[in-house]
């Protein structure tokens, strides 16, 4: 971090500093922290049922497997291929810049999202979840492969 830093204009730097001493809310602290040991675990999980268990050779099919049980969830566990429900969009409009915003305008941004790379889409989706529906993700993947908590 430190080269990256020394790489910045000074006048850039003298911005972000400020910002590094600013304190802040527990609550944020905790979603962020949430974010990534959640993360970390569906990864772990996935790989381990995919590409361990099931012996699958895509080196994808993990990551696939979990956008696909992560979009299933945002849509109630609706097929996406029959449209999105109302939770899909509210999940969306968690987001600031598409809060305002219409389920058409959605869609298209929804659309932009389908082509990044698949761990850009995991990350997405799971930022825009709150730490109850990324903890739900653990569960429902105990749940579907008969795994006791």
């Known amino acids: 971090m430190r080269d990256f830093i020394q790489k910045l204009p000074f006048d ?4 972000i ?5 600013n ?7 905790n979603y962020i ?3 990534t040991k959640v993360t970390n675990i569906l990864y ?3 790989y381990n049922y995919w590409m361990i268990e099931m012996q699958v050779q895509d ?4 990551k696939n497997w979990l956008i696909n049980d992560i979009l299933g969830y945002a849509n109630n566990n609706n097929a996406i291929m029959f449209g999105y429900v109302d939770n899909f969009y509210n999940i969306f409009k968690r987001n600031i810049v598409l809060k305002t915003k219409t389920k058409e305008e959605i869609k298209k941004y929804v659309k932009n999202i389908y082509n990044k790379e698949v761990i850009s889409q995991i990350n997405i989706f799971l930022g825009l979840f ?6 739900e993700l653990i569960y429902n993947f105990y749940l579907a492969n008969g795994i006791e908590i």
């Open 130 to 135: 709150t730490t109850h529906e990324r903890n």
């Open 17 to 21: 500093i400020p910002y590094t001493y």
């Open 23 to 29: 304190i802040q809310l527990k609550s944020l602290l």
């Open 33 to 35: 922290i949430n974010f």
């Open 44 to 46: 772990e999980l996935y």
């Open 12 to 15: 850039i730097v003298l911005r």
């Open 59 to 62: 080196p994808e099919e993990d």
